[in-house]
């Protein structure tokens, strides 16, 4: 029997009740962020305006199979949007090389709201990130979805940092460590 294309009202659903779970489930990481936008109202709203964006492209499709395909293209998304917090959390980036990054990505703002608004970024995008794997999984059940996105997650979360590492690197010592990659620097940001 033929499973037809979920309804988007479906999908929120599903996602809203995944975000609610995740204190009960999940990683301290990833419940840190959920608990983030479910104690605050205005994020919870800002998380669900931009998940049911996010959640519209893929109930546009008609068919069950594009939204499988829709739905992993908005995960592998999701993945880049996160990669800059989870690259200053895991390699304990603080003080002057934080300030860096930032103004390396975001240019020359105020610190303090380039950091507000990253982290926002960050608990929003995690969290949806949450729901499409659990709607991929468990919902859709594609058995397609797990191995690859993590494979390419790892790939685009090493990418990420040595492309940030060698934009980081300021001391001869720190510069000779990553020697090669520097020569590679503009192939990391493509």
């Known amino acids: 029997m033929p499973v037809h294309a979920y309804m988007h009202s479906r999908l929120m659903e599903e996602s809203e009740a995944r975000v609610e779970m995740a204190p009960c489930f999940d990683s301290p990481a990833d419940t840190l962020v959920a608990d983030r ?3 605050n109202p205005d994020a919870y709203r800002r998380w669900e305006a931009e998940h049911d964006r996010l959640m519209r492209a893929v109930s546009e499709q008609a068919r ?3 939204q499988v395909v829709a739905l992993r293209s908005t995960a592998f998304g999701l993945v880049h949007r996160k990669a800059i917090f ?3 959390r895991d390699r304990r980036i603080t003080g002057a090389r934080r300030h860096r990054v930032f103004a ?3 240019g020359i703002r105020d610190y303090a709201n380039a950091v507000v608004a990253e982290h926002g970024n ?3 995008c995690s969290s949806s990130y949450l729901c499409t794997y659990y709607l991929a999984e468990r919902l859709m059940q594609d058995a397609a979805f797990d191995e690859p996105l993590r494979l390419y997650a790892h790939r685009q979360y090493e990418n990420v940092g040595r492309y940030w590492d060698v934009a980081l690197a300021q001391t001869e010592e720190e510069k000779q460590a990553i020697g090669a990659m520097i020569a590679l620097r503009p192939l990391l940001k493509y």
Do not use: D, G, M
Request: hydrophobic content about 55%; proline content about 0%.
């Open 64 to 66: 069950l199979a594009r």
């Open 37 to 39: 936008i479910l104690k």
């Open 86 to 88: 989870e690259y200053l």
């Open 122 to 124: 960050y608990a929003r």
């Open 104 to 106: 390396l990505f975001y």
